[in-house]
């Protein structure tokens, strides 16, 4: 049951919560928050999965009817649900909590979901398989780790394309996180597995979990980097 009287502050204490935690605390607290998740990310002014898409969206050129997608730590379904008003229709999803692919699975949009803790886990999926690769909100430190992205790049099609976005996260002050993605990002461009498409920063993902600002500034919001790349088709 949903409880509309929950609160910023309530969503900020349960975010801050999880502060510290490795992969597998992490995939237990999705499975608890599963049943508020959509309300509390509301709250939160939750605009990362509209961002992602309509980057990927404006760089694009496939067909979207018939553009096979991964939608990796896909959660309740969110991306798909934007991906689908846009035409999009063909869908599989993977996520590290059983209660999060319960929700996306009610939506009605996906083919086929899988359970794998990424980084742990190797992403449960055909290789070359997928015009569309994208994750949304999974790439920091203490989730997906950076060496997973080349498994995102072995799942899409020679031509397709792999949306990625990273949160500037208040638990690595040092973009410890940040520094490693990139390098690994760096390292598989330089071996001609993809090419780069364009690369935004964005100061709007979220309202900050970490911080108490008053609703009116501007500062109040978490950012980060979408990243887009094609597979290249040697």
Known sequence: MSDCSRTVEDVRSLIQSRKGFNPQQMMKFFDNWAETYEQDVKILNYREPNLAVDFLNANFPGSHEEAQVLDVACGSGLV???MAELGF?????VDCSNSMLELAAKTGL???LKLALLGPEPLPTQTGAFD???IVSALRDGSVPASAVRQLCQAAKPGGYICMTRVDSASDPKQTYKVSLEKELQLIE????WTPVDTKEMDKFYIDPFNNYDNEQSDQYVGGTIYLYMR???
Not at 89 to 93: A, E, I, L, M, T
Not at 190 to 193: K, P, Q
């Open 110 to 112: 996906y083919q086929d």
């Open 80 to 82: 798909a649900k934007l």
């Open 190 to 193: 330089e071996e001609g597995l």
């Open 89 to 93: 229709k063909h869908f599989v999803g």
């Open 132 to 134: 569309v690769v994208i």
């Open 232 to 234: 290249s088709f040697n």
